[in-house]
């Protein structure tokens, strides 16, 4: 069986561990945290060089075959962090080759355009509706409906592309045995979410466009499915509104692909929105850095050339799963 990246560097992190605390030294580092610098760094065998985001290392990690691609696709794709990364409040600013690559906001808007690009040739419906059911497989593994106790899933969906995966991981959370309600107050005149809300309601799944009481008997979780990449500045009613209600109550919550309301590669504001859970789809943004909740990746949809001339490094599912966990 193939060995990933990141089971190869849980396997050194472990071992590195077992070493140290033989030798009473660091005992503090957490196996699961293996992607954080304070773990790499504590371990010197683990660290690895600056390579996979120059253009240099992006050709020598890709086959001859991909090669054609890449001078067009690294035009529109920055292959080093921004230079701003440093001042995020990020707290991994190491990229190593054994790492899943953690996205800034352009480039995470850059993968989609190739995606939806001549070349890859999806739709977004297409990739929406993969991106909604990966959400509800992993929601499905974290919260599987027994641990909810007959209590309902609320899913507050925004007015783009981050809500209409929150339509479609209701319409699957529904056909998987939950009971689902959706919140849905900025309703675009749009064919695709038209279409996904009448699928919904078809589906028995009820639309609110005033916010539901967020009652803990009532509810055994929220999905926030409100803003995704394309967010920026503060969130602006009902948004507001609804995060500090989210905040206030003692429901869990899964964010679909960012926690709304944090900058897309700085992380949270303050008070900003507290997930147990994220399912980070295609690949992580930066802010995802400092979540520190279940982490899950979704949005197997990334064909294998992409995947290396932009060095993603994703990490590898299991056979059929739509999910992976980070
Ligand atoms: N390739 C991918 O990565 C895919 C991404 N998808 C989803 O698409 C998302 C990105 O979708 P979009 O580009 O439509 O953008 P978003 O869904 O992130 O949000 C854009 C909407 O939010 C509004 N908005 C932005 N800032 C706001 C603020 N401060 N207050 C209130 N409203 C604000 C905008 O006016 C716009 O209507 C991703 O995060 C992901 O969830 C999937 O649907 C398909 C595949
Ligand atoms: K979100």
């Known amino acids: 069986m193939r060995c990933t990246t990141s089971q190869a560097v849980r396997s050194l992190t472990h071992l590195a561990q077992v070493k140290y605390s033989r030798h009473s030294c660091i005992t503090t580092v957490a196996i ?6 304070s773990a790499l760094n504590a371990n010197p065998v683990l660290r690895s060089p600056r390579s996979c985001y120059t253009s240099e290392s992006i050709h020598a990690r890709a086959t001859n075959k991909d090669k054609d691609s890449i001078a067009s696709i690294t035009q529109n794709h920055p292959t080093k962090p921004n230079d701003n990364i440093n001042s995020t409040n990020a707290t991994n600013t190491d990229y190593t080759d054994s790492m899943v690559k953690y996205l800034t906001q352009e480039e995470a808007k850059s993968v989609d355009e190739h995606l939806m690009g001549d070349k890859y040739a999806f739709s977004i419906d297409q990739l929406m509706e993969l991106a909604g059911l990966s959400v509800a497989c992993a929601v499905a593994e974290q919260y599987p409906p027994a641990l909810l106790n007959d209590k309902r899933v609320l899913i507050l969906c925004g007015p783009g592309n981050n809500g209409g995966d929150g339509l479609v991981a209701a319409r699957h959370l529904k056909l998987f045995g939950y009971s689902v309600d959706v919140y849905y107050p900025k309703q675009k005149d749009v064919k695709l979410y038209k279409s996904l809300t009448t699928q919904c309601v078809n589906m028995e799944v009820d639309i609110h466009t005033d916010l539901p009481q967020l009652d803990g008997d009532k509810y055994g979780l929220l999905i926030d499915a ?8 503060e969130p602006r009613e009902p948004f507001k509104t609804a995060i500090a209600r989210m905040n206030e109550c ?7 692909d960012l926690p709304s309301g944090w900058d897309v590669e700085k992380g949270p504001p303050t008070d900003g929105l507290k997930p147990a859970m994220l399912v980070s789809l295609t690949a992580p943004k930066l802010c995802a850095k400092t979540f ?11 064909p294998p050339e992409l995947e290396r001339v932009l060095g993603l490094n994703l990490p590898s599912y299991a056979t059929s799963q739509m999910f992976v966990k980070l």
Do not use: A, E, P
């Not at 699961?32 to 610098?37: A, K, P, V």
């Open 32 to 37: 699961s945290q293996y992607h954080h610098t």
């Open 226 to 233: 409100m803003f995704g990449f394309s967010f920026h500045g």
């Open 292 to 302: 520190t909740g279940h982490h899950y990746l979704g949005g197997r949809f990334v």
């Open 250 to 256: 003692d429901i869990d919550t899964c964010s679909v």
